[in-house]
């Protein structure tokens, strides 16, 4: 099972983007699993970025996106979002979503994401 990020692009400093994350394959429920969003810029470490405990509804931000960025899912649809507001060309990266199951940590193939200044 890998988690599919999609939703990236190329938008304005200001603007903002809604990320998406899917799984592959049946199997990992991201209402019953912690998930998270990553980022890595060039040249850079992966850095977390935000996160969402399983069932319930706790959520935590990184400090360089709290207040700007909303993680959240869609049961139904089994699928994790990033919301991103306010984005500033440092957002800059590709994005990565996270599962953790147990003892077996799920990523996928990330998405880009370009603020231009």
């Known amino acids: 099972v890998q988690l599919q990020a999609s939703g990236g692009g190329l938008v304005q400093t200001g603007g903002s983007l809604r990320l998406s994350c899917t799984p592959s394959a049946s199997g990992f429920r991201v209402i019953a699993n912690y998930v998270a969003w990553y980022r890595q810029a060039p040249g850079k470490q992966r850095e977390w970025v935000a996160g969402?405990?399983?069932?319930?509804?706790?959520?935590n931000y990184s400090d360089s996106v709290k207040g700007r960025f909303t993680i959240s899912r869609n049961n139904a649809a089994n699928t994790l979002y990033l919301q991103m507001n306010s984005l500033q060309p440092e957002d800059t990266a590709v994005y990565y979503c996270?599962?953790?199951?147990?003892?077996?940590?799920?990523w996928g193939q990330g998405t880009q994401v370009t603020v231009s200044s």
């Open positions: 996270r599962g953790i199951r147990g003892a077996v940590v799920y």
């Open positions: 969402m405990s399983p069932g319930g509804s706790g959520t």
